[in-house]
């Protein structure tokens, strides 16, 4: 096998930053009952990968059973990017093991970040902590994570089987197999279980 293209999940994989997002969510629907903002956050531990635009569009749909709009959406979307993009620009946060990767061996491959969270937030974060200059692109929400490989694919004639995502949530798991790309999980044992390559093994 020869990898010489790596998909990259964000939270989690390349930042831990899982309590932060948590807290997002919290401060977004701070106005609504304490019990359905619970609601959410079990919905948003058991749907890691998926993004903030999908769980809020879960919370008035399933939660509240309410009708909204996308000013709605987009009202929670500000309020939750307000809470965290300041807390996220902290360099303690990085996770070694994936930066010391990312140093070191990033020359050899074209390296992209493919998030559900915020594509701008995202890449605005990226480059207050000082590694967009790794990445070849950084995207994010609202365009879904499979759609974000599929169009990188496509227009940079990538050969899937050369690709590789690495993530740590079954929605990263997904989107590679829908783009007949390896995956490897990454930082969480169930999801590593799901990885199709054995990293040892991936031509450096």
């Known amino acids: ?34 019990q359905q903002v619970d609601a959410l956050m079990h919905y ?17 749909e399933e939660i509240r059973k309410e009708n909204f709009t996308q000013e709605d959406l987009n009202e929670l979307a500000m309020a ?16 070694e093991e994936s930066m010391h990767f990312i140093k070191e061996k990033g020359k050899k ?17 990226c480059k207050g902590l000082g ?3 790794h990445f070849h692109s950084i995207h994010g929400s609202p365009e ?15 050969q899937p089987s050369n690709c590789l995502m690495i993530g740590d949530a079954r929605n990263d798991y997904d989107a590679a197999i829908d783009n007949n790309m390896p995956f490897l ?8 279980k799901l990885s199709t390559v054995n ?6």
């Open 80 to 95: 939750y990017s307000k809470a965290v993009k300041s807390l996220l620009i902290d360099q303690s946060l990085l996770i």
């Open 1 to 34: 096998m020869k990898i010489d293209t790596i998909f990259w999940d964000f939270d989690g994989v390349i930042l831990s930053s899982h309590e932060i997002r948590e807290l997002g969510f919290r401060v977004a629907l701070e106005k609504y009952p304490q």
């Open 44 to 60: 948003h531990r058991e749907n890691g990968g998926w993004s903030r635009y999908v769980k809020f569009t879960y919370f008035f």
């Open 109 to 125: 491959y074209r390296m992209y970040v493919a998030s559900g969270s915020d594509g701008k937030e995202l890449n605005e974060v």
């Open 144 to 158: 879904p994570k499979t759609a974000i490989l599929k169009r990188i694919i496509k227009e940079q004639n990538h």
């Open 131 to 133: 590694i967009a200059n």
């Open 199 to 204: 990293f040892t093994l991936i031509t450096l």
């Open 185 to 192: 999980g990454f930082n969480n044992p169930e999801v590593e």
